[in-house]
């Protein structure tokens, strides 16, 4: 029997300061707001809308859920799980929902549930053929999920059981087997490779014994096959997908002394084989590795076994970076911890939560200012520069990149009216994409289709990458305000035509009934109506119809209904009768192109 770590036995648990004289990288934590209770052994998925998902795990109310916001830095509860779980394994699925599956509860479990993010509630879903705890979950291209690896033990032979791979269909949300893994493990890693396969490396077999050997997945026949083994055995290690296609494998157990390893290893998958890649500046084991937007890798907390004292947490982080192969130490945690969670942000911060108590801390990396972006809003031009009440108008927006080094600016997000500021990818009334952007380079956005309500001053905020998806060298000068007043004005519009008869005979009189609407914000004077019998080309200001009338001043939404009589409809044929409001065009109006409108009638 292998397990994490033994519950119930005294171990030694203390800070453990760095071990080797690193180089610190300069970069920050922070707190942030505090999960509602304390939680280990959890999941934390990122979902579609920037939130994160803490589902599960040990201590207090492992059945429930929360969620993080970054707009806010605050959690809220969400729908509780259909029961509670620990040491089980969370997928986003391509549809946006969140697939929990196995773990340890009231027992071993092979039940599965899943989350969604529109309802905030879970339904049950499939259960996997047998129950599995510490085991793998990896979306695979095609969309479903393989499982892999993982024990439970069966009460009823008194032993351990590994069972095989499946594989789960969101489509049908059944589970069915694929092919067998070669040998047992749990504790092992498991990664998505760029040509589809999985990767399956270390983790500790039925014996007990920490595993070198490693395994590829094939999603297209359904089959295993070896490839090269790591350097040396380990487990609760962990593996990262780098951006150049390879798989950074870091620390874990040991079974040699002092227990918990410090190196790094290096997966080609062109190759089938490993690499060392430099050493960590802590020995550490059960820690997270997240990859950055910068292509780097930190490695945070978990725990190292001096082998005589038992277990140390850790606070210390590390940062990996792929160019140079090499390790240096970053900012260490406010915290020691180990069994946590560390998600990557939309903003680019990583989220490290749990572990030992209830609290969170963002990890802001470097960005390193002689390397940074600095996106700034330099000019803020409306068109018009007085927009109309309830009418639509446009922001030009110029926006720069102050900085030493190009960048993607993300989104231009802008509000009508907000004093305040506003927090990564807050909603707003108006957006566009920035686009890349060279050091010292500016560019003209504009937003179309802005429209203000309120007839008082306004303040109209611009926010460049308010998305938050670059670090810049200066994250707090991206937003930019500018006041503008609205303006009332009239809009005079040819609601209604209707003749009597509807019909009119050859060369008879007829009368045609025309309703003038002021569908502007302000009163105003609507002057003369042309009518013309038969017009069907749009006439300039000042053109005289064959009949008229004065539908005179008119209110904000009011209306008036002026009927005027032709003494002859002429020759039988189909003819256009066309009304013109303000046919003079005195008047300014918020729109002078809706004034005429024109009714098909037929002469017969």
């Excluded at 893994?181 to 760029?194: F, S």
């Excluded at 780098?242 to 079974?255: D, F």
């Excluded at 002394?257 to 080609?268: E, F, G, R, T």
């Excluded at 200001?541 to 209110?555: N, S």
């Amino acid at each position: 029997m292998y397990k994490k770590y033994i519950r119930g036995v005294f171990l030694l648990l203390v800070a453990l300061p760095a071990l080797l004289p690193w180089p610190v990288h300069a970069a920050s934590w922070t707190t942030t707001g505090a999960l509602p209770e304390r939680r280990s052994e959890n999941t934390a998925t990122l979902l579609a809308n920037g939130k994160v998902l803490v589902a599960g795990g040990y201590d207090q109310n492992p059945g429930t859920a929360v969620l993080y916001d970054p707009a806010t830095q605050r959690w809220v509860t969400t729908g509780s799980m259909t029961e509670y779980r620990y040491s089980h394994t969370a997928t986003l699925l391509a549809n946006g929902k969140v697939l929990v599956a196995g773990g340890l509860g009231c027992c071993y479990l092979a039940s599965a549930a899943l989350y969604h993010p529109v309802t905030g509630q879970w339904a049950v879903t499939g259960a996997m053929p047998e129950p599995r705890v510490n085991h793998t979950a990896t979306l695979l291209a095609n969309g479903k999920v393989l499982v892999a690896g993982g024990n439970y033990y069966n009460y009823s032979t008194n032993n351990w059981v590994y069972p095989t791979p499946a594989l789960y269909d969101p489509a049908t949300g059944q589970w069915t087997a694929t092919g067998a893994m070669p040998g047992q493990r749990v504790n092992h890693t498991a990664t998505l490779l760029t040509n589809g396969k999985v990767l399956v490396a270390g983790g500790v077999d039925a014996s007990g014994s920490r595993l070198t050997s490693a395994v590829l997945y094939d999603p297209a026949t359904g089959q295993w096959t070896a490839t090269g083994a790591m350097p040396e055995p380990r487990d609760l290690h962990t593996a990262t997908l780098l951006a150049n296609g390879k798989v950074l494998v870091a620390g874990g157990g040991s079974h040699t002394y002092p227990y918990s390893l410090a190196n790094a290893v290096l997966y080609d998958p062109a190759t089938g084989q490993w690499t060392a890649t430099g050493v960590m500046p802590d020995r550490r084991e059960n820690h997270t590795a997240t990859l950055l937007t910068n292509g780097k890798v930190l490695v945070t907390g978990g725990r190292f076994d001096d082998g005589q004292h038992g277990y140390y947490w850790i606070y210390n982080a590390a940062l990996y970076d792929p160019a140079t192969e090499s390790w240096i130490a970053t900012a260490a945690m406010t915290k020691s911890r180990d069994n946590h969670t560390a998600t990557l942000l939309a903003n680019g911060k990583v989220l490290v939560a749990g572990g030992i108590d209830s609290s969170a801390e963002l990890y802001t990396p470097d960005t390193g200012d002689a390397n940074a972006a600095d996106f700034v809003v330099t000019k803020i031009t409306l068109r018009p520069a007085s927009p109309v009440l309830g009418m639509a108008f446009k922001a030009l927006v110029t926006v720069t990149n102050q900085g030493m080094s190009a960048g993607d600016g993300g989104n231009l997000l802008v509000w009508t009216q907000q004093v305040a500021n506003q927090a990564c990818s807050a909603g707003a009334d108006g957006s566009v994409a920035v686009g890349s952007l060279a050091a010292g380079e500016s560019k003209t956005l504009t937003v179309s289709g802005l429209v203000s309500d309120k007839t008082l001053g306004h303040t109209l905020r611009v926010y460049v990458d308010g998305s938050c998806v670059t670090l810049e060298s200066n994250d707090s000068n991206n937003q930019r305000t500018a006041t503008y007043q609205t303006i009332t004005m009239p809009d005079f519009v040819v609601s209604a035509i209707t003749l009597n008869p509807a019909i009119p005979s050859p060369d008879s009189d007829f009368k045609a009934t025309i309703t003038v609407t002021n569908q502007g914000t302000a009163a105003g004077r609507s002057n003369h109506l042309s009518v013309w019998a038969d017009q069907p080309t749009a006439q300039a200001c000042g053109a005289a119809g064959d009949e008229g009338g004065w539908p005179g001043f008119l209110a904000a939404g009011a209306s008036k209904t002026i009927t005027v009589t032709f003494s002859s409809a002429g020759p039988a044929g189909v003819k256009r009768l066309r009304a013109f409001a303000d046919d003079s065009c005195d008047t300014p109006e918020s729109n002078e192109t809706n004034n005429q409108a024109v009714k098909a009638y037929r002469v017969n």
